[in-house]
């Protein structure tokens, strides 16, 4: 006998140093979940698919279009980019065929039928089709590369990235942005009845004011969670000029509602991460202000932006837009009057606003309730996953970076809503969706991977107790 012993008892040693290993490795796959989100950055093919979508939203030119005609056919830039992000995220779901559940998140399923009843809508506005049925077409590419990104092992590390993504390119349009206003006034500001005399545009790539102001609101407030998290302060103090950057650009691009979606994100993010030291700060100092100084009515006056109270009221108009969205819905309530297009058409006109500046009415009027509630329902359920994650009582969560994350998805989604509250990004290809759809990623591999250690964890329980 190799053992030196009977064959019983080296049957005996054998299975038991075979229940000793398995549980060793068990017990390091545990341990290795702890940092269930790695915090470094790794490209994948589903990854540039993001950027390339990312780039097709930016215009560098206006072309001079038919009267009646709504969007650019000749965009053979932005076209190109979509086929080819098209392209990438098919090949990726193809190869990685054995994750395709893990790629398909519920939330995510929704919002590829809605996507797929914005095409179909484009059959009740004939006269727009190809617009109608192009925009649809983009949200379903925007679904299918999210979930090439998942598709990936580990993937709450590769939706982490999508997320990261988003900030550092808006980063860079920020300084863009502020280096046209420096070089060239003429293109890259207006003048403003408002307390600050002058609006901030992108002139190249062209962006209007509100875009601007929220890509500068994201940058902030992702500056702002990482200076809170855990790291070296050398790094941090390089973050500094860049929130400075972002919230001179958002001061100047005055946008009511990407300041007020800031101010609320950064509530939730420090409610949420414990920081009610930050938190206590920020309310004695605002406080302070508003009995102290005129600050409240500066803040006001900013506000105002120049105008009187009734189109304030109105949300610069935007009410009687919805107004008559809201009438259209009712004359065809289940599959809606055409996606993106009748809106344009027949309420705002060709000329006029490319949207509603509304999401839920973007939705109602073009996909009905068929659109609706797949939309409604992905937003309702990524909110319920998120606010979930923490529940399942996963040591990641407990930790400070692990709050932060949390805590600064949260806000992100926040930033989101309070946007679409007077903007149509969240209901078709723009960068308000594109950020929702990183929320989502989030929630749904963070709640698969917390799933699967807990799993090995109860592994470990059982493989101990039976040794």
């Given at each position: ?84 992000a ?20 519920g ?17 009740y ?39 990261r ?101 950064l ?42 109270e ?76 998120l ?52 929320v ?8 698969n ?19």
């Amino acid at each position: 006998m190799r053992c030196g012993k009977s064959t019983s008892e080296c049957a005996r040693l054998d299975r038991a140093t075979l229940r000793a290993s398995g549980i060793a490795r068990l017990e390091r796959n545990v341990v290795s979940s702890q940092r269930i989100l790695s915090l470094k950055t790794r490209l994948n093919l589903g990854l540039v698919a993001w950027v390339a979508m990312f780039f097709s939203i930016l215009i560098w030119s206006l072309s001079d279009m038919r009267a009646g005609e709504l969007g650019d056919s000749t965009n053979y830039y932005c076209i190109v980019l979509v086929l080819f992000a098209a392209g990438v995220a098919v090949w990726v779901l193809l190869r990685n065929g054995t994750r395709i559940q893990q790629a398909f998140p519920g939330p995510l399923l929704l919002l590829l039928c809605y996507g797929v009843v914005a095409m179909v809508s484009s059959l009740y506005v004939s006269a727009h089709a190809f617009y109608s049925m192009w925009k649809g077409l983009e949200v379903v590419i925007d679904v299918l590369v999210i979930a090439a990104i998942l598709s990936y092992p580990q993937a709450q590390n590769s939706a982490r990235t999508a997320y990261r993504i988003l900030p550092v390119l808006n980063g860079v349009l920020v300084i863009v942005f502020l280096t046209e206003a420096v070089l060239m006034p003429q293109w890259a500001l207006s003048p403003s009845r408002g307390y600050i005399s002058i609006y901030m545009r992108g002139a190249m790539p062209i962006m209007p004011e509100n875009a601007v102001a929220f890509l500068s609101a994201v940058t902030a407030f992702a500056i702002i969670c990482r200076l809170y998290r855990p790291g070296r302060m050398s790094t941090k103090l390089c973050y500094l000029p860049f929130l400075c950057l972002s919230l001179l650009a958002l001061t100047f691009a005055q946008s009511r509602t990407s300041v007020v979606a800031l101010a609320l994100a950064l509530v939730v993010y420090l409610l949420f991460d414990r920081r009610l030291v930050s938190f206590a700060v920020v309310c004695v100092v605002c406080l302070l202000a508003v009995m102290y100084t005129q600050a409240v009515s500066v803040s006001f006056q900013y506000m105002l932006r120049g105008q009187d109270e009734a189109l304030v009221s109105s949300l610069s108009g935007r009410t009687e837009g919805w107004e008559a969205a809201w009438q259209y819905f009712k004359g065809a309530p289940i599959a809606g009057r055409g996606f993106a297009a009748f809106a344009r058409a027949n309420i705002l006109g060709t000329t006029g606003l490319s949207s509603l500046h509304g999401a839920l009415f973007e939705v109602l009027v073009g996909t009905g309730l068929l659109g609706l509630i797949p939309w409604a329902g992905a937003i309702g359920w990524t909110l319920a996953r998120l606010l979930s994650l923490p529940g399942n009582a996963h040591p990641w969560f407990r930790s400070p970076v692990g709050r932060s994350i949390q805590a600064e998805m949260l806000g992100v989604l926040v930033l989101v809503l309070v946007r679409a509250s007077t903007s149509s990004g969240l209901a078709m290809h723009q960068d308000n969706f594109m950020l929702f759809l990183t929320v989502l990623a989030y929630a749904s591999s963070m709640r698969n991977a917390t799933r699967s250690s807990s799993d090995d964890e109860r592994s470990v329980a059982i493989a101990q107790a039976s040794a």
